[in-house]
């Protein structure tokens, strides 16, 4: 893409109205903008690092045996009713009228469309399991929603839904989701430590439920350290004394009697939630299936959700530097920021194409900035957007053929002729 034609306007400054980090610094590098609090457009590259995110989420969802879907937004109040959350879930329900009087609202999570929709599927035991997911725009009238990306009022989230016709079944799948949430961060450049996997309080069925807590001091969650340094406790677990008796025996071999009143406090941001629901959800739909003894069974649930937006968000929070943001291969918005120091060299715009080329034959996403503009611009303007490679072309080098290149998260450099690439 030449930088000349894009749909993008880079600033210095960042917008009064943002106070977050990843806010500021995806607002100056014009990847997204805001609407109102809480509510983004996603511009050319923004949408780029989005859908390279949700790429990864559905390659290790489909991985697992996920089948992807997609559900409506838009719901009826009846559905919230039987479930009794239209009441419950007030504070985050954006409701409305729809036409003829009706009682509306948006999708803030899909239990109430999800299992019906699994009801019309699902008859018996040969029928099961079964695992959908989809990846879609959620609404929630978030109380405060000044962190960006990380807290939106329309949001984007993957929730999965899997229908078992046992426990058991429902714990093996449930351990196979947790591994492939790992991998995503991984994959995200937010794994080897940086996010730890989390005891969370379970609600009615389960003991627990698993949150996974990206580290950083922008962080509004509050978690405590176990001693392998990857797992995990939410704050809301601290005052259960038998859980965290339970949770100290899981992680045995780290701890002495009395260690877990030393746990390290850290902050951190959740950047998915796995639940397992049991029936609640069947039973409130009346949704059985005919097992194997001739039985009519509620199917056992899990629930499991990850947030694509505000892993950009967290990205940028995380992995960014003092010069902007720096983002991992699999979901740079580009590999290559390439650009030419003078646009009055024609030596120096003829081996520029000549690379942009080079690149796009050989594959390679590149970002290319020819346009008239000063050095230091281009420099700032490449760092600010924070592609893993910058490749820079001078009139130097252009009378010899070569190119300048620099990693952006270690800044290392080097010069390689025309055809090579630092890779
Ligand atoms: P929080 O406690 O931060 O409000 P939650 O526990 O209500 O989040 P879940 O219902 O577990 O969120 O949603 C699943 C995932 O969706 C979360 O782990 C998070 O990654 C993402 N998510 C939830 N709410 C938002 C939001 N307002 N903006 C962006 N992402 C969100
Ligand atoms: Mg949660």
Known sequence: MRRSVMFLKTTREASADEV??????????GFVNQLMAGVYSYLPLGLRVLNKIERVVREEMDAIGGQEILMPALHPKDIWETTGRWDKMEDVLFKFKGAGDRDLTLGPTHEEVVTPLGASVIASYRDLPKAVYQIQSKFRNEARAKSGLLRGREFRMKDMYSFHATQEDLDAFYDKTLDAYMRVYDRLGLGGGRTLVTYASGGAFTKYSHEFQTLTDSGEDRVY?????????????LDDGGAMADIIGRHKGSYADGDEKKLEQVKAIEVGNIFKLGSRFSEAFGFKFLDKDGVAKYPVMGCYGIGPSRLMGTIAEVLSDENGLVWPEDVAPYKVNLMTLRADDAACVALGDKVYDALQAAGVEVLY???????????????????PWQAVVGPKGAAAGIVEWKNRATGEGCELPLGSWPW
């Open 225 to 237: 350290v176990l001693g392998d340094g990857r797992h995990g406790i939410n704050e809301e677990i």
């Open 20 to 29: 977050s980090k990843n806010a500021q610094l995806l607002g100056r590098a």
């Open 369 to 387: 900035d020819d346009r008239d503009a000063r050095a230091g611009e281009k420099f700032a303007e490449a760092d600010l957007i924070g592609c």
